[in-house]
């Protein structure tokens, strides 16, 4: 009997295990699947459109991750050459450029928003679109009027020494070849991102706040000191961090004035098939760019204004008095040498092409190659925009925003980098595509991307997501619902989205110049080496279309803004 309680012990034992080890595996996978809900907030998304956010994640981010990998595979030699003689020179050019730009760029575009939206400047409502203008016009194009003009044989030394100056003063004293001709022709291109976000701060700040300061006796120096200026920190730090970003990515402004920064360096490096060299400068500048990045993030984090009142009045309008002669032409100065002037030259020029006949069949199949990767850019950039958008939008997760985050990293890199990325992944890795136009498709995308998710963003916001809802009690999955129920709803923001790629991409130079493949030039390859060569009949009417073409994404930001 005491055998058989031991046996029935031993078998109960037994039982009890069994049952505890099988049901030991659905405890777990009701355990993840619980931590898995929690983790998208009772809401996670379905594997496809998961799987189509990671995929997009994983392709924005393993070029820049590859290039960092190949700069610490370069060796000591490389490092020691390197920072021994080349880095600090660079740089010493690169920042000092960036922080000149910046805080020149930021003085114009400030004082410009102030004269044009809060003072009756004559024509202040043709202003405020006016002088938004320099945007549409690429820093490489404007370089090229500036050096037909400016430059050795410019017009202004044939005008300088057919004066009574060349007898009083000399030889021409300015050289377009040199820091500041590289500082000016940056800044006079890049103020109007500080001018837009400027201009909107201006038109929504409260009245009621320098009412207040003025009765407290203050003046308009001060109010707009002691009250406008804190206000504006935001958009002032906004404008900073895209002129900083821009000046740091540029290549053909620089190169054809002839200043070395980290950009022209890493292609000339390229160019030279000196790749541990170039992987070793992209890495600088990638911590150089997310220096720059903490540093707007942390300044903005510090200093935070609020418009606390509900009780809005509009600002008033400033009467300038005597110095309205002074204010209009400070706005019609600056306006003539970043529009007039080049808009001129490359009239000027393109005249003059089409009568020897620049504008040929070659033009026309250039101006093709342009449309074909742009627009296979910005096709591809609004079907990829939707789900990373929809993800963080309706299904909000650390996943899902790693995977926004991701996506943004080839927006934060120079083109140059970018593209150094692309060549080391499909010349070892995925050899049928390398020198293939298709490759320069995907480094717009990658460049790109945030463009379209921004705009489709913003129309997203505006989408009840009890529509989603109603759908998927339906039985629709996540990506159905996406397609056919949010798309059409979100059209006009993701086509807007698809225009400022396109452009974008039509003016891009960097990452072209380095993946297109033989025979294949675009209108910005051939701007860039016609110009190099002084052919300025041949560079002009490519360029003049850039920039006409340019025009659509600005009349998207002026009626954002």
């Avoid at 996670?44 to 700069?71: E, R, T």
């Avoid at 990658?446 to 705009?455: D, E, K, S």
């Avoid at 086509?495 to 993946?515: C, D, N, R, W, Y």
Wanted: aromatic residues 14%; hydrophobic residues 50%; glycine residues 6%.
């Amino acid at each position: 009997m005491a055998a058989d309680r031991n046996d029935n012990g031993l078998n109960k034992h037994n039982n009890s295990s069994t049952e505890v080890g099988g049901n030991s595996s659905p405890t777990l996978r009701r355990l993840l699947k619980r931590r898995w809900t929690d983790m998208w907030k009772g809401n996670p998304p379905g594997p496809v459109l998961l799987l189509i956010g990671l995929f997009v994640a994983l392709v924005m981010s393993v070029p820049v991750i590859y290039v960092i990998f190949q700069s610490f595979a370069a060796g000591a030699d490389s490092w020691l050459r390197l920072l021994g003689g080349r880095i600090p020179q660079l740089l010493w050019n690169t920042i000092s450029l960036t922080a000149a730009v910046t805080t020149a760029a930021l003085l114009i575009g400030v004082s410009l928003a102030w004269i044009v939206v809060r003072t009756d400047v004559p024509g202040k409502g043709l202003w405020q679109w006016m002088m938004a203008l320099p945007l549409v016009i690429p820093p490489y194009v404007g370089a090229v009027t500036y050096i037909i003009v400016f430059g050795p044989s410019g017009w202004a030394r044939d005008f300088w020494e057919a004066s009574f100056m060349y007898s009083v003063f000399g030889d021409y004293p300015f050289s377009i070849y040199s820091f500041f001709g590289v500082f000016m022709t940056m800044t006079l291109f890049t103020y109007p991102y500080v001018f837009l976000i400027a201009s909107a701060s201006l038109r929504k700040m409260n009245r009621n706040f320098e009412e207040v300061a003025r009765s407290q006796g203050m003046t308009t120096a001060q109010i707009f000191f002691k009250v406008n200026l804190p206000l504006l920190r935001p958009a002032i730090g906004a404008g900073a961090i895209l002129i900083s970003l821009y000046v740091l990515s540029d290549f053909g402004a620089i190169a054809m004035l002839r200043y070395v920064t980290f950009t022209a360096a890493i292609y000339y490096q390229r160019a030279g098939f000196d790749i541990p060299s170039a992987s070793v400068l992209s890495l600088v500048l990638i911590v150089l760019t997310i220096i720059i990045l903490w540093i707007e993030s942390y300044t903005r984090r510090k200093n935070k204004f609020y418009q606390t009142t509900n009780t809005y009045k509009a600002p008033d309008t400033l009467k300038l008095g005597k110095w309205k002669p002074f204010a209009f032409m400070y706005v019609f100065s600056v306006f003539g040498i970043a529009v007039i002037l080049p808009i001129f030259v490359l009239v000027y020029w393109t005249v003059i092409g089409a009568e020897v006949g620049a504008i040929d069949t070659d033009f026309f199949g250039y101006a093709w190659n342009s449309i074909l990767v742009s627009g296979m850019a910005a096709l591809l950039c609004m079907v990829l925009a939707l789900p990373i958008i929809y993800l963080k939008s309706r299904h909000p997760s650390p996943v899902s925003t790693v995977i926004d985050k991701l996506s943004y990293s080839g927006y934060a890199l120079p083109g140059v980098i970018v593209a150094l990325g692309m060549i080391f992944i499909f010349n070892n890795h995925i050899p049928a595509l390398y020198n293939t136009f298709y490759l320069i498709a995907i480094a717009f995308v990658i460049r790109f991307l945030p463009q379209a998710m921004q705009a489709g963003e913003a129309s997203l916001s505006l989408v009840s997501p009890r529509m989603d809802e109603a759908a998927r009690s339906l039985g629709y999955p996540a990506w159905k619902v996406m397609f056919k129920v949010i798309l059409p709803s979100i059209a006009p923001g993701v086509l807007a989205g698809g225009a400022l790629v396109f452009v974008s991409a039509i003016k891009e130079l960097p990452a072209t110049l380095m993946l297109r493949p033989p025979g294949f030039d675009t209108l910005a390859v051939r701007v860039y080496y016609e110009a190099s060569e002084s052919f300025y009949h041949q560079a002009a009417p490519g360029a003049l279309l850039i920039v006409l073409v340019s025009i659509i994404p600005l009349h998207y930001l002026l009626k954002k803004y």
